[in-house]
T-cell receptor, first 107, second 117 residues
Framework: AQRVTQPEKLLSVFKGAPVELKCNYS??????LFWYVQYSRQRLQLLLR??SRESIKGFTADLNKGETSFHLKKPFAQEEDSAMYYC?????????FGTGTLLAVQP | DTGVSQDPRHKITKRGQNVTFRCDPI?????LYWYRQTLGQGPEFLTY????????KSRLLSDRFSAERPKGSFSTLEIQRTEQGDSAMYLC???????????????FGPGTRLTVT
């Protein structure tokens, strides 16, 4: 079955602390993986995709095929990073989302 | 604003009524997707179009749901005989398929929040 698991509903950290949002996937093929973010009162938007291997807003994510993981990391959290984060898998022509993790960065 | 737009943004209806939502994708995008999101869940795929052709439908899309994209531009999603379980946020997204296997990211609209009373 194709599935994305985000085990944490809420992650609360202090400003300046490191952040790791966990994502595990289940897919037998070669995965296309994404992180989407939704800031308060804004629409869902792409943060990064694994094939681009970019760092966006200080966030990075590495695909680990052995552990079937695509965790999102940032070394120093900022208050403006507070948002809902969704990991997504694109097997064919559609996105399969996890349930999301709410990141709350405390001042 | 040249992004994906959806109308209406909110809809309250009584059980048993029919509702229709509209999505206008980014103008040059040839793919259009519908997702549904309920509280505490991530978006779930419903269906997608390439130009005017509906190429895939999720089993979540019961017979009461129908989607169209008649001219390959805007799309409508209709729900007939609404049920309380249909209450959700309905999201539309669009993307551009350039060549085989190469698809741009999906750009999402603001969603239509449906409440069935």
């Amino acid at each position: 079955a194709q599935r994305v698991t985000q085990p944490e509903k809420l992650l609360s950290v202090f400003k300046g602390a490191p952040v790791e949002l966990k994502c595990n996937y289940s897919y037998s093929g070669s995965p296309e993986l994404f992180w989407y973010v939704q800031y308060s009162r804004q629409r869902l938007q792409l943060l990064l995709r694994h094939i681009s291997r970019e760092s966006i807003k200080g966030f990075t994510a590495d695909l680990n095929k052995g552990e079937t993981s695509f965790h999102l990391k940032k070394p120093f959290a900022q208050e403006e990073d507070s948002a809902m984060y969704y990991c997504a898998l694109e097997p064919t022509n559609k996105l399969i989302f996890g349930t999301g993790t709410l990141l709350a960065v405390q001042p | 604003d040249t992004g994906v737009s959806q109308d209406p943004r909110h809809k309250i209806t009584k059980r048993g009524q029919n509702v229709t939502f509209r999505c206008d994708p980014i103008s040059e995008h040839n793919r259009l997707y519908w997702y549904r999101q309920t509280l505490g869940q991530g978006p779930e795929f419903l269906t997608y179009f390439q130009n005017e052709a509906q190429l895939e439908k999720s089993r979540l899309l019961s017979d009461r749901f129908s989607a169209e994209r008649p001219k390959g531009s805007f799309s409508t999603l209709e729900i007939q005989r609404t049920e309380q379980g249909d209450s959700a946020m309905y999201l539309c997204a669009s993307s551009l398929r350039v060549v085989a296997g190469v698809i741009s990211e999906q750009y999402f609209g603001p969603g239509t929040r449906l409440t069935v009373t």
